[in-house]
């Protein structure tokens, strides 16, 4: 694979030229006294950062949000991020040919809830920083992808911490060559290198009901999904989540009922609804106010499920979603 090494700068310079026209915005990250976090870009970069050691959103859920006709965006996002918006552009929730989406390797992140002010926000004191992987956080300790090989391109460090630009699709291509340097083979070490296989993450269903019972039904897990995106959600309704008399009705048909009332229901339905999309990002666990370890339940069903069809979620533009897909005796050789 070739690609470009980048010179100090280069990448800033990259986006600047990009911002100049007053129709185009750079989606990524950005230095504050409070830390690193997102930040929409227009006119100029200002205190711009390439990576964000701190987790607070997927940078995705913004992205349904950015719609408007003439306007390009350039995502610099966490490959987890990128993927999100893959598979959002397959669900026909945004649209690819004004977005530009750049992966950048991802050394990992801490949680927002558990903010240190020792974590470095520099690309070469991170890597030392998570040697130890109780570190960080445990979505991104088991992430099956934190290497910049999705999108349109990615920015890719070598183990002498040399930057490298990768094109990936025609408009990475595009976005490369306006770069200074030459193309060249990219070496095959890099400093993030591919993430190992993890394990089904099986919890019997007693383990399940202890972790729920805490669960308040404040569906922040649903509204911070960046790929859980349907307006009218089927538990806004009075079917699953009854109030006054509608409750009052199913109170006198079923009698005595636990409040909140059919958390168990959500949480296995939105599994079973997500479940061939998620990209195992942990957005749902860190806006969880219960504390409850949602990422091994959604990431392990996911990942059985997607094991199931040889697919990964936000891999490829071109890799449909299984569940949109009918292919004669897919099923066949599959192994549970």
Not at 44 to 62: C, E, K
Not at 296 to 310: I, N, P, T
């Amino acid at each position: 694979m070739k690609g470009k090494k980048l010179k100090s700068g280069e990448i800033e310079n990259a986006l600047n030229q990009f911002l100049k026209d007053e129709q185009h915005l750079v989606l990524g990250f950005k230095k504050g006294e409070g830390g690193v976090g997102h930040q929409i870009f227009k006119g100029s970069l200002d205190h711009y950062s390439l990576v964000n050691p701190l987790f607070g959103a997927n940078a995705a859920l913004y992205l349904r949000r950015l719609f408007s006709k003439g306007l390009k965006v350039m995502l610099m996002l966490r490959p987890c991020e990128i993927r999100a918006y893959v598979e959002l552009h397959k669900l026909t929730q945004v649209e690819r040919e004004d977005i530009i989406a750049v992966s950048i390797d991802c050394f990992g992140t801490v949680s927002s809830k558990e903010k240190k002010d020792d974590v470095p926000a520099e690309a070469d004191k991170l890597t030392g920083y998570f040697q130890d992987k109780d570190s960080m956080r445990w979505a991104c300790s088991v992430c099956r992808e934190r290497r910049g090989v999705v999108g349109d391109a990615g920015v890719r460090i070598d183990k002498s911490g040399n930057y490298w630009m990768v094109p990936y699709t025609e408009k990475g291509e595009d976005l490369v060559s306006g770069m200074e340097g030459e193309f060249e083979e990219v070496p095959a070490e890099m400093l993030i290198p591919e993430s190992a296989k993890t394990d089904k993450f099986q919890i019997d269903m007693e383990t399940f009901n202890k972790d729920f019972e805490k669960c308040i039904m404040c569906m922040n897990c649903r509204d911070m999904c960046p790929v859980c995106y349907c307006i009218d959600c089927v538990f806004n309704g009075d079917e699953y989540l009854p109030k006054g008399d509608a409750l009052l009705n199913k109170v006198f048909r079923t009698g005595s009922t636990q409040m909140p009332r059919g958390k168990d229901l959500f949480h296995l339905i939105r599994m079973y609804h997500v479940s061939q999309t998620c990209v195992g990002c942990g957005a749902c666990e860190e806006a969880c106010p219960q504390g409850i370890p949602l990422t091994k339940y959604f990431k392990g069903v996911s990942e059985r499920l997607q094991g199931v069809f040889s697919y990964m979620s936000g891999r490829s533009f071109d890799e449909p979603i299984p569940y949109v897909t009918f292919l004669e005796d897919e099923l066949k050789d599959a192994m549970d």
